[in-house]
T-cell receptor, first 117, second 113 residues
């Protein structure tokens, strides 16, 4: 079974601050994929980033960056210089390859990010 | 390129009725998955269809069913509605291979009264 934990229920920051969203996952599969999605008030889940379990290289994409550490089963997501438009609920998700659920996303409970002007 | 389209956006139904939700995936995508989102249970996987076949199913009662047509459009049906079925139902579209991300529609907000 897979499990994704987002311990931060709500985070509030002031515009231009950096913010890191935490994600811890559990899986017995050796090959899996990790995702971050954003859900604005409109309801649509917007894809942000995807990471493979065999690639621990951390990257930066614009104002987004992520820190994937297999040793601690963590996949944290950072927004640099936050903006009001970043306010949304952020979900971390996991899909495993060989447990029969390769295309089934297991989501965390989400973190509500509020960026104040 | 058009995104994932879900219809209707909002629905109000009475307990005991049945409902059908529709999802049109991104052109060229062959996989459609359905998720239920509630405040209490969060986002939960319902099922996935690929080339008209159900490929994976979550832990939901048989009242929840779905199908996929030859043009990849999918429908989800819930029979004998219960108050607890009130939720946002999200459809996800993807090419269908394991190393690709899913793209979601705006969802159908179902309220059961």
């Amino acid at each position: 079974a897979q499990k994704v934990t987002q311990a931060q229920t709500e985070i509030s920051v002031v515009e231009k601050e950096d913010v890191t969203l935490d994600c811890v996952y559990e899986t017995r599969d050796t090959t899996y994929y990790l995702f971050w999605y954003k859900q604005p008030p409109s309801g649509e889940l917007v894809f942000l980033i995807r990471r493979n379990s065999f690639d621990e290289q951390n990257e930066i994409s614009g104002r987004y960056s992520w820190n994937f550490q297999k040793s601690t089963s963590s996949f944290n997501f950072t927004i640099t210089a936050s903006q009001v438009v970043d306010s949304a609920v952020y979900f971390c998700a996991l899909s495993a390859v060989f447990s029969g659920s390769a295309r089934q996303l297991t989501f965390g409970s989400g973190t509500q990010l509020t960026v104040l002007p | 390129k058009a995104g994932v389209t879900q219809t209707p956006r909002y629905l109000i139904k009475t307990r005991g009725q049945q409902v059908t939700l529709s999802c049109s995936p991104i052109s060229g995508h062959r996989s459609v998955s359905w998720y239920q989102q509630t405040p209490g249970q969060g986002l939960q996987f319902l099922f996935e269809y690929f080339s008209e076949t159900q490929r994976n199913k979550g832990n939901f009662p048989g009242r929840f069913s779905g199908r996929q047509f030859s043009n990849s459009r999918s429908e989800m049906n819930v029979s004998t509605l219960e108050l607890g079925d009130s939720a946002l139902y999200l459809c996800a579209s993807s090419p269908g291979t394991v190393n690709t991300e899913a793209f979601f529609g705006q969802g159908t907000r179902l309220t059961v009264v």
